[in-house]
C-alpha cells in the first residue's frame, strides 16, 4: 500500500525549520536562477548539508514535512563552521 501525501500550497522560508522524516533540517539559502530552484539544507543533528531540488510542503502522518524530488553537494559540515 502507497503512502498518500496531501502537497500544501505553502511558501518555505529561509531560516526555518522543517521536518523530514525523523529529521530536522534548517534552510539555510535558495537558489533560484537554475531551471529547477534549490535550497541549501542543514540537518540539525549533525551537520550534514545538502542541496534539495524540487523541495515543497506536505502533509503527511506525521504533520507537515519538507520533501524534495532529490539531493546533491551532501556534505558534513563541522558544526564550529556553522554560519
Known amino acids: 500500500m502507497s503512502k498518500k501525501y496531501e ?7 529561509v531560516g526555518e525549520t522543517y521536518q523530514n522524516g525523523m529529521s530536522l533540517y534548517r534552510v539555510e539559502g535558495r537558489e533560484d536562477d537554475c531551471l529547477r530552484p534549490s535550497l541549501h539544507l542543514r540537518r540539525l543533528k549533525d551537520g550534514w548539508e545538502i542541496d534539495v531540488v524540487g523541495a515543497a510542503l506536505y502533509l503527511t502522518d506525521r504533520g507537515v514535512e519538507l520533501k524534495w ?8 559540515v563541522p558544526m564550529d563552521d556553522a554560519g
Not at 7 to 13: G, V
Open 7 to 13: 502537497l500544501l500550497n505553502m511558501p518555505i522560508y
Open 69 to 76: 524530488d532529490y539531493s546533491k553537494n551532501g556534505r558534513f
